[in-house]
């Protein structure tokens, strides 16, 4: 089995590149953010959060097949070299856990801030009535986003970097 593009040992083709999309994802949503409370240009805000959730949802499932395809995630993080000790191994299942938290709300805040916004908003979309609760859904879901990427991003160092 090949190791991934980013070097390090173990990892694999689509842990590295949901690595580089955990990376890429924050900017781009404070760039969408920007564009919305500073520009006031709403169609790009869409545009972006429609290209982001698109390109997460691929870049997920891709890597979901890519980690059973390789018997789980903890077969691919044996493969490294030098193996992990226990207590390594230990925090490494802490920060996955702790991953999964957001990782797994996100998708959850984020769809629903979405549906609502595309039922409740206007075409092209303009601030209305919605504003109020898309405001607070869309930055729990920024906030969620976030912690998703920082705690991907450790759980990627502790199992392949260090």
């Not at 789980?72 to 996955?96: C, D, H, M, N, Y």
Request: hydrophobic residues 55%; contains cysteine; glycine residues 6%.
């Amino acid at each position: 089995m090949a190791d991934g593009f980013l070097g390090f040992p173990g990892s694999t083709l689509m842990l590295d590149a949901v690595v580089c999309a955990l990376v890429l994802v924050v900017p781009v949503l404070a760039y969408s953010l920007h564009a919305v409370k500073v520009r006031r240009r709403y169609v790009l805000h869409r545009n972006l959060q429609v290209a982001l959730g698109v390109v997460l949802l691929v870049a997920v499932v891709l890597f979901e097949i890519d980690v059973q395809g390789h018997g789980g995630w903890e077969k691919i993080v044996a493969r490294r070299t030098p193996p992990l000790a226990p207590e390594q191994l230990s925090q490494v299942r802490t920060a996955l856990a702790v991953h999964l938290v957001f990782a797994v709300s996100t998708p959850v805040l984020w769809a629903a801030t979405f549906v609502l916004a595309w039922r409740r908003f206007s075409r092209p979309p303009a601030p209305g009535a919605h504003s109020r609760l898309h405001r607070l859904l869309g930055w729990l879901s920024a906030v969620d986003l976030g912690l998703t990427s920082a705690t991907g991003l450790v759980f990627y160092y502790l199992a392949f970097v260090r």
